[in-house]
């Protein structure tokens, strides 16, 4: 790694300025993507500014809609009694035992990488990106490849996330680094139905609107096989072309409407 | 350059480390406590789990002078005194390690499997545990005996 | 006798201790004195000239001792690496071994070739360095396939080897295997890749170099599985220093599987480097450095063609194979795909005629070399998909096929090369049918479908040649050095014992396993016998652990030293109790004269011998022997492997429901050690069957260089396994042993593949079968 200054703040303020302080610096929360970054010199940020002192861990519910603080840790979402059975379970997937202890939610939507689990819920929730300066609805916070509506210096505080009816995630792990090879997570509210589409798209996560129309009007995996999924736009590596991504979000989108 | 302090296997221990410096590196550079080992570099084989508060965590992914004040407990404080801990006795008696590099970060995932189940009054299947697991790479024992390893001293922690 | 620890006894293992509670030292946490690090400067380029190297600004940097270069190591002498094993073509002409420096001197041609060397203060400030190192290539093109690299026109990797073609190489009789299969009832024909793997030991290759200028001597502690090879090589040929002037030792080491056997540049490089900066130099490689660099396995494509009589005898079987070899030969490359591959290729049938052609070429890719298994899986691979394709194709069942053909009369001489002395193929095919509940497969399959999954069964019955091998047999074939094994034994003025040997553990278990041989002999408590290995210094000389040949050769080398304890042991006695030789027996704890009261205390003979008082006239004190043991022919452990699979067929994902092992490895010493090798090979054959290839572009760029994208076996992605024995003793070492350290990984693969294939209905599937590869071959078959 090359050297870096690390700070830990006990306020927003302090952390926004932190960060402005440095020529490079960057927000680190759970780290288990950043310090792996670093580790293999693809990134050497001048400054670390831990977000963990700021007190934005805990899930709280109130009048229905339940607010996940931004570095709540996967674990935590994973046996929450609060959240929606489809989060916990989505949480409870996320890389492994001990990268659930320290991955926090924030750090995960941050990053926004195309085959992280997160982004799915968020999307597929309805959910808002709460931070220090402003609410952003999903659909407007998810821009691209690990790229979001976030400003340089803003901080995610939390997640809020909107009751729904009924919700489902099902997942298919990429061999290898058990990232998403292609989730899906389906929700239905009384604002309409949600199908987010993670590890699929070359632009990032994505709401699949032909599946959308189906469920919309029939809550049933049934609905799912009259849609057509595009290739188009779809991912392809080795561990899936894109053919075979668009048949996994077939047939994930049903599993997750049978399991929600 | 940071002053850490650390409670590490019970014991106290200031140093001053840089503030790049893994939770890893810091054991097993500073501290001399090789039993953490490093088997990757991107987060996955679990060679270097220790438990960070009674949570397991792989120090090769935090940097140590986040842990300020905390305790960390590695693979050569789990047992009491000459007392091996119930983890570790079922490692030897099952035949759950062969070459040994992951076995220290087994042991401590394994530690924390357990006791998140117990607490949770859940009973873990060979499913559950083998889910449990998937953060640790073991190349030489094919896993059936590790699997039986934990087990067994799920029964007896 | 001692029953709880002798031959036969599930004795917990002596070394565990250590390794569960963090004490176990490996190479990595062994730190010198102003201990100094070494990073490596590596090509990015598959295939480059190197026109100039700038180290100016990563000498300036803070913290760094020097920074060394490839033409600085040859003009100090450094030799070139070699291939310690000659193969030469059908045409009679040497295999072209193209130069191989441990530091490129005008050349890369791999990704990941170092060409310099910086040494630091510390590990960051080396790597960060290596950075700073401004190298100028002239990139040229690469090829990463075998095949391609054959083309007409494709990018030449060495000069020497013209079509990049290191040897061209045949075995058997192709005139009457060509005859043989054009009067066939039916002949059965199969394309097939063996997919490149990287061997991932946990614990990656480590080398703490120290050079003590005072003595003008050389310390290496390193990760390796035969560290007296090591020296002789690094001594003999890389001229790093003579033997008497190097001492190599091989601490705790975390798994080798083959890839630790050789003798790679980043060593080599330290012990120089540790002369020319006069600091000890340390180097650890990271994981991805180890995708680049370990030596990887298998990268067969082969075309075979099997006949059949109208009784379904195998009437012939040819070979067509292509190896891939990566950018240099590596130490036992050669011997990979010719003696280690061709020769099994009878499998456990009975045939005729068999012709096997073998062309090895060069790309730009890593070098490859044995892994686990070593050829013999290659065989196994091609050998058993072809029969139960061939079972398919001719409509019977596969077992029966195979009850066909095989084996019955032993020793029963193949066409190719191997002798195989003993062995009862159909007793593991019917236990293993027996313990498969093969009878019960259709019912399961039934309610597969009825939720929607396609279910399969496949076979696998494997042999391989272990123990290898008789010196004066693999020197005729070309093998630069013997390949016995040597073995000390020191009995201790107290009675307790030392046992040197030249094998080394680094998972196998050695410490218990070897012990369990001396208590039985002695009649002696097993804490009482310590297990030494791995240091030049300590033991005199051994040919190392690979080629599962620490039991049939490591354990037989003991056996007969102790042979000759035993009989020194009946002398001392038999003269301080006044009595016969032949009357003298050893047991518990004792040496007695049989049938009387006359006895004298086991630590009584040693601290006779010792203090030398009164001894039989002309012996010589002490109480210590050895031997080199050199095996008669090599061993030949088999089995059967019976896998089944449930397929998910909308994702192509593939579960392994049940997977049943029943092997003959002779006599079985500690059963549990011997059944966690089987789970660990059958382990890494599934990983190879559904998860693990090494992938580089077309170019030579490596895809696949972390565990982000290559796919390790994980405890979810496995079953337990059902595993049992079925035992012929061999009669070719003194314990009767086979060995068993390579059969899973070389069985299991094509009951993986073969039980896949059933359950989808396509033949036409490659390793590894993921998930995409799975639901490709369902698509092609319209399901």
């Known amino acids: 790694m090359y050297p870096t200054k690390y ?190 589409v993670t590890g699929a798209g070359s632009d990032g996560v994505f709401r699949h609107k032909g599946l959308e129309a189906a469920l919309a009007k029939s809550w049933t995996p049934a609905a799912v096989d009259s849609v057509e999924v595009s290739e188009d736009g779809l991912l392809s590596d080795i561990h899936g072309d894109t053919a075979y991504r668009a048949n996994l979000i077939k047939v994930l989108a049903k599993r997750a409407v049978a399991a929600s | 350059m940071t002053k850490l302090i650390m409670t590490v296997n019970g014991k106290k221990v200031s140093r001053d480390v ?91 995932a394994s530690v924390d499997l357990v006791a998140k189940a117990k607490a949770a009054g859940r009973k873990l299947s060979e499913d559950d545990i083998r889910h449990g697991l998937e953060g640790n790479i073991c190349r030489c024992t094919g896993y059936h005996n590790i699997v039986k390893a934990v087990a067994q001293a799920a029964s007896e922690m | 006798m001692n029953a709880n620890v002798g031959i036969g006894a599930r004795v917990k293992r002596k070394e565990d201790r250590r390794f569960i509670t963090g004490k176990g030292k490996y190479t990595d946490d062994v730190r010198v004195e102003n201990q100094a690090y070494a990073a490596f400067v590596r090509s ?30 040859t003009g100090d002498g450094i030799g070139n690496i070699i291939c310690g094993w000659a193969i030469t073509s059908k045409d009679g002409s040497p295999m072209n ?50 095949v391609k690299a054959m083309n007409k026109g494709a990018p030449q990797v060495h000069d020497n080897a013209p079509g990049n073609l290191i040897y061209d190489w045949e075995i058997g009789d192709a005139a009457a295997t060509d005859a043989a299969l054009a009067k066939a009832a039916h002949v059965t024909e199969l394309c097939l890749t063996n997919n490149r793997l990287a061997p991932n030991p946990m614990e990656t290759r480590s080398a703490v170099a120290i050079y003590d200028e ?12 035969n560290p ?16 008497h002037k190097l001492r190599v030792i091989a601490p705790d080491v975390g798994g080798g599987f083959g890839s630790k056997i050789y003798i790679y540049p980043e060593e080599i490089t330290c012990l120089w480097a540790s002369m020319k900066t006069g600091r000890s130099v340390k180097w650890t490689s990271d994981r991805s450095e180890a995708f680049m660099t370990d030596a990887h396995g298998r990268d067969h494509s082969s075309v075979a063609k099997i006949g059949f009589d109208a009784n379904n005898r195998i009437v012939g079987l040819k070979v067509d194979t292509v190896a891939n070899f990566g950018a240099y030969m590596s130490l036992f490359s050669s011997a990979v795909p010719t003696y280690l591959y061709a020769t099994l290729l009878s499998g456990q049938y009975d045939i005729a005629n068999i012709h096997c052609n073998v062309r090895a070429v060069y790309t730009n890719t890593v070098p490859v070399d044995a892994y686990r298994g070593a050829g013999r899986p290659e065989a196994c691979y091609l050998v058993e998909r072809i029969i139960e394709t061939a079972a398919r194709e001719l409509k019977v069942d596969p077992a029966e096929l195979r009850r066909t053909n095989f084996i019955r009369s032993f020793p029963h001489q193949t066409p190719v090369i191997m002798n195989y002395d003993v062995g009862d193929f159909d007793a593991n095919l019917e236990q293993a049918i027996k313990a498969a509940d093969v009878a019960g497969f259709a019912k399961r399959k039934a309610a597969s479908a009825k939720a929607g999954k396609l279910r399969g069964l496949g076979y696998s019955s494997y042999i391989e040649a272990c123990g290898i091998a008789p010196s004066a047999a693999v020197g005729s074939l070309g093998a630069g050095v013997g390949l016995w094994e040597s073995a000390e034994v020191r009995v201790n003025p107290v009675g307790t014992i030392e046992i040197l040997t030249g094998s080394h553990s680094h998972g196998q278990g050695h410490e218990t396993t070897f012990a369990q041989i001396v208590a039985e002999r002695f009649d002696l408590p097993i804490e009482n016998i310590s297990i030494v290995h791995g240091d030049t210094d300590k033991v005199q000389f051994g040919m190392g652990t690979y080629g599962s040949r620490s039991g049939a050769v490591g354990m037989s080398a003991i056996v007969r030293a102790m042979d000759k304890v035993e009989a020194k042991v009946k002398k001392i006695a038999a003269h301080v109790l006044e009595a016969s030789e032949d009357d003298i027996v050893i ?10 009261d006359k006895a004298m205390g086991w630590h009584e003979v040693g601290l006779s011998a010792y203090t030398a008082h009164n001894l039989p006239p002309d012996m010589e004190p002490g109480l210590k022997e050895s031997a080199f043991y050199d095996p008669a ?41 011997v059944e966690g090798q089987v789970h660990g090979g059958i382990a890494q054959g599934i990983g190879q069957a559904l998860l693990e290839q090494v992938i580089y572009d077309e170019n030579g760029q490596l895809i696949t260089g972390s565990y982000m994208d290559y796919a390790m076996p994980r405890a979810d992605d496995l079953p337990s396994y059902s595993v049992h024995h079925a035992s012929t003793v061999c009669p070719n070492n003194p314990l009767g042993i086979k060995g068993c350290g390579e059969a899973g990984a070389i069985g299991s693969p094509p009951a993986v593949i073969n039980a896949i294939t059933d359950a989808i209905g396509n033949n036409n599937l490659s390793m590894p079968a993921t998930p995409l590869a799975v639901w490709k071959a369902l698509q092609a078959a319209g399901k």
């Not at chain 1, 293999?40 to 001048?46: G, K």
Request: charged residues 20%; contains cysteine.
């Open chain 1, 7 to 196: 700070h830990k703040p006990a306020a927003v303020d302090a952390a926004v300025k932190a960060l402005n302080s440095g020529d490079d610096a960057k927000f680190l929360a759970g780290g288990q993507t950043l310090l792996a970054t670093m580790k293999q010199h693809l990134a050497s940020p001048s400054d670390l500014v831990d977000v963990r002192g700021l007190g934005l861990s805990g899930i709280k519910k109130a009048g229905g809609v339940v607010s996940v603080g931004a570095t709540t840790v996967h674990a935590a979402v994973a046996s929450s009694a609060d959240v929606h059975p489809a989060l916990a379970k989505l949480a409870a997937g996320i890389g492994d035992p001990m990268v659930r202890n320290m991955g926090t939610i924030g750090g995960s939507i941050a990053n926004n990488d195309p085959a992280a689990d997160y982004p799915a819920g968020v999307l597929g929730m309805g959910a808002t990106v709460v931070t220090n300066r402003r609410q952003i609805a999903a659909d407007d916070y998810f821009e691209g490849l690990f790229t979001t509506a976030l400003e340089e210096d803003e901080i995610i505080t939390a997640v809020a996330f909107p009751q729904v009816e009924r919700a489902g995630y099902a997942k298919f792990k990429q061999p290898a680094s058990r990232f998403c090879l292609v989730g899906v997570f389906v929700s239905k509210s009384a604002s309409g139905v949600r199908v987010a």
């Open chain 2, 18 to 108: 840089p503030d790049e410096t893994l939770l890893s590196e810091f054991l097993r550079e500073s501290l001399r406590l090789t039993g953490t080992h490093v088997g990757c570099d991107t987060t996955q084989c679990g060679a270097c789990v220790v438990h960070v508060n009674g949570t397991a965590v792989k120090s090769c992914s935090v940097l140590a002078v986040s842990l300020n004040g905390e305790s960390v407990t590695t693979i050569e404080g789990l047992a009491d005194g000459g007392q091996l801990h119930p983890m570790q006795k079922a490692f030897n008696d099952n035949h759950g390690l062969q070459c040994g590099f992951c076995t220290p970060g087994m042991i401590m």
């Open chain 3, 44 to 73: 990015p380029h598959a295939h480059a000239r190197v026109k100039s190297i700038d180290t100016s600004a990563a000498l300036a940097a803070e913290g760094v001792i020097d920074v060394l270069n490839g033409k600085q190591l």
């Open chain 3, 97 to 146: 071994m193209g130069p191989w420096s441990a530091l490129a001197t005008d050349r890369v041609r791999y990704v990941g070739d170092a060409v310099a060397v910086v040494v630091a203060e510390s590990a960051a400030v080396a790597r960060r360095a290596a950075e700073l190192v401004e190298v100028d290539y002239e990139v040229l093109p690469g090829v990463s396939s075998a």
């Open chain 3, 214 to 225: 005072s003595e003008d001597h050389y310390t290496l502690y390193t990760t390796s599985q």
């Open chain 3, 228 to 243: 007296h090879v090591a020296r002789l090589v690094l001594s003999a040929f890389y001229n790093v220093a003579p033997e």
């Open chain 3, 587 to 596: 047991e518990g704890g004792q040496v007695k004269v049989a049938g009387t």
């Open chain 3, 633 to 673: 022919n090599f061993t030949f452990p088999a089995g059967t492997y019976i896998c089944e699979v449930e397929v998910d067929p909308e994702t192509g994902a593939v579960r392994i429901d049940r997977f049943t092992a029943s092997d003959d490895f002779g006599t079985i010493i500690n059963p549990m050690i």
